[in-house]
Structures are given as structure tokens and as C-alpha cells.
């Protein structure tokens, strides 16, 4: 019996998931999957189980990927916070990277998160998917709220403002963010809208 040929999962992955945030779930062929990978299709299937199984390991790869990220970029002293976090929403609107091991992507549409892709397409009728997908936004939200209760306590942010409900406004301004920059909204509105959106941050009241 012939032996299956080995491949890089990761990169499959990767490569997977790039061809999901360009397309869509609906959009995406096994065929589709098969020239964006290099693996052919009976070794999808024999790795993953078909698109659908591709698409789930891809997701957990990418939740991996995005637990690391936000909350690297965003830890650290609380003397900082503030501009972490100005300097986060800057980087943010202007779309979740590709792994590093798969081309760019060719525009805005692109690099939309691939959570909130998904979430949005098939998540209402599949219940791993919403699940997924809710695990991404919650580990981001928690990243940011964490940066907020930093800054607060440093003074930089209302010590009365909640801290949770801040991050899931700039969450909503982030994801949102994807749709515009997808429908054509260059990269100067982008950035418009996250310095409006850091601007809104509840500074201390004066004594």
C-alpha cells in the first residue's frame, strides 16, 4: 500500500484559512481548498474530513493565533496602557494579519477576521462554528479590557467607567471596522474612525 504523502499542516491550514476569508464558506470549493493548499482532494478528506472539518481545525488554529496576539500586544505597565491601546485600535481597524507562511492578502476584504466571517455566514445554524467563534471575540474583548483597567489605573481612563463595556465598544468598532474596510473605506477613513473611537474613551473627571 502506497503511503500518504506528508504535508505541513500548519501551512494547510494557513492556507485553508486564507482561501476562507477570501471566499467564504459558501464559496469555498474542496477543489477551491485543494489549489490554495497543494493537497489533493482524497487527502483532505483523509486529514480532515472534508471542507467542513478543514474549516474547524483552521478556526482553532486561528483562535491560537489570535489568543497570542491582542494580549501581547496590549500587556505591559500600567504607565503604558493608554497608548497600548491607542496604538492597538490604530493597528486593529486595519484588519486581522494572514499567517506568515501564506501570501498577503490582495485587499481589505481579505484580512477580515475570520471569526466574525464565519460567525456571520454559518454560525447561526452551526453550533461549533458559534462556538469558535464566540471563544475569538472573548479573548480579544478580554485583552482590551484588561489594557482599560490598566490605564485606569494609572488615571488615564474614567476610574468609574466599566472596563467590559469599553472593550466591547471597541470591539464593535474594530469588527465593524472590517466591513467597511471590505466594502472599499480606504485605510484614511479606517484610521478615522479608530482615533473617533479612542477619543470616546472616558478621560477622569477634574477636581
Known amino acids: 500500500m502506497a503511503r500518504p504523502r506528508s504535508f505541513d499542516r500548519d501551512h494547510v491550514l494557513h492556507a485553508a484559512e486564507r482561501q476562507f476569508r477570501t471566499s467564504g464558506y459558501n464559496g469555498t470549493?474542496?477543489?477551491d481548498i485543494s489549489a490554495a493548499t497543494g493537497l489533493g482532494r482524497g487527502s483532505l478528506y483523509a486529514a480532515?474530513?472534508?471542507?467542513h472539518g478543514v474549516l474547524l481545525e483552521a478556526m482553532a488554529g486561528y483562535f491560537a493565533r489570535l489568543a497570542q496576539g491582542p494580549r501581547k500586544m496590549l500587556d505591559g505597565?500600567?504607565?503604558?496602557a493608554l497608548e497600548r491601546l491607542h496604538q492597538y485600535l490604530l493597528r486593529a481597524v486595519h484588519g486581522v494579519p494572514l499567517a506568515a507562511d501564506v501570501p498577503p492578502a490582495s485587499d481589505r476584504a481579505g484580512t477580515a477576521c475570520f471569526a466574525a466571517k464565519m460567525a456571520l455566514e454559518i454560525g447561526a445554524s452551526d453550533a461549533e462554528v458559534k462556538r469558535l467563534a464566540n471563544e475569538c471575540f472573548s479573548v480579544v474583548r478580554a485583552a482590551v479590557a484588561d489594557c482599560v483597567r490598566a490605564a485606569q489605573r494609572n488615571g488615564d481612563i474614567d476610574p468609574d467607567a466599566d472596563p467590559d463595556d469599553l472593550a466591547y465598544l471597541l470591539l464593535t468598532v474594530i469588527r465593524g471596522s472590517d466591513v467597511l474596510g471590505a466594502y472599499g473605506h480606504g485605510p484614511d477613513r479606517l484610521t478615522s474612525i479608530a482615533e473617533s473611537a479612542f477619543a470616546l474613551l472616558p478621560r477622569?473627571?477634574?477636581t
Open 29 to 31: 470549493s474542496v477543489d
Open 48 to 51: 480532515f474530513d472534508g471542507k
Open 77 to 80: 505597565p500600567d504607565e503604558g
Open 204 to 206: 477622569p473627571r477634574q
